[in-house]
């Protein structure tokens, strides 16, 4: 089997957001997006999204703070009452997961550029920011509003350009094996496929440059 210790010591890493840098509680999250859902659309859904964006990175009482100070003609109490527990419930907990943070750090220690892309609607910037990724990444793709997904090999290469690297000086890392690792193997990257709940037995095939890890700390060797 194919190591992370095999791989090539990369000069860019690119990261997939949910399962691999933010441990996504899924009843949470399908709560908070049927949330989003319910107001409907409209103004009202417009100034909540950006009043949750632009205070991503403050406490949630101060969150909490900046809705309450938004006049009733704007933000009717029902939607008000929604975002507060969109606050408490989705917002506050969020966290990077525990065996990022070292290898982040390193990465910063070291000076190799990282980036970010993620297959999903714009609500992923107000998870981007919670999580302080925002001044942290060199570059961020999120796919609805790049206009391609993964694994369509123009989001990877357009962050190949943005860390100013060729394709095969960038490790992907990711969770999925079709979208993040054929994916950036395909457009030359190597890779490495986070499988959070133990690497299967038997391993399924793996395209060429590519290593199973349970963790990202297997990873910090490359940069050792």
Same mark, same amino acid.
Request: hydrophobic content about 45%; proline content about 8%.
């Given at each position: ?18 399962? /691999? ?35 991503? $990175? ?59 892309? &993620?297959?999903?609607?714009? $609500? ?10 925002? &001044? ?16 369509? *090999? /123009? ?25 993040? $690792? ?24 793996? *395209? ?17």
């Amino acid at each position: 089997m194919v190591s992370p210790h095999d791989l090539r010591a990369p000069l860019g890493v690119l990261f997939d957001l949910d399962s /691999t840098l933010y441990i996504n509680d899924e009843l949470l999250e399908e709560q908070g997006l049927a949330a989003f859902q319910a107001i409907g659309g409209g103004q009202e859904l417009s100034l909540l999204m950006r009043v949750l964006n632009d205070a991503a $990175v403050a406490e949630p009482r101060q969150m909490r703070a900046l809705l309450d100070a938004i006049p009733r003609e704007s933000l009717s109490n029902p939607v008000r009452e929604i975002g507060h527990n969109i606050i408490a419930n989705w917002i506050a907990p969020m966290q990077l997961v525990a065996d990022a943070v070292p290898l982040l750090n390193q990465l910063e220690v070291l000076g190799i550029p990282f980036g970010i892309i &993620t297959n999903a609607p714009d $609500v992923q910037w107000l998870k981007i920011k919670r999580l302080g990724l925002h &001044t942290r990444a060199r570059c961020i793709y999120v796919s609805d509003q790049f206009g391609a997904h993964k694994p369509d *090999p /123009t989001i990877f290469l357009a962050a190949a350009s943005s860390l100013n690297l060729d394709p095969q000086n960038i490790l992907m890392v990711g969770d999925s094996l079709a979208s993040d $690792v054929f994916g950036g193997c395909g457009v030359g990257m190597q890779a490495a496929w986070v499988c959070r709940e133990g690497i299967p037995n038997p391993l399924p095939e793996l *395209p060429s440059g590519a290593a199973p890890i349970a963790l990202l700390t297997e990873l910090l060797p490359l940069f050792g």
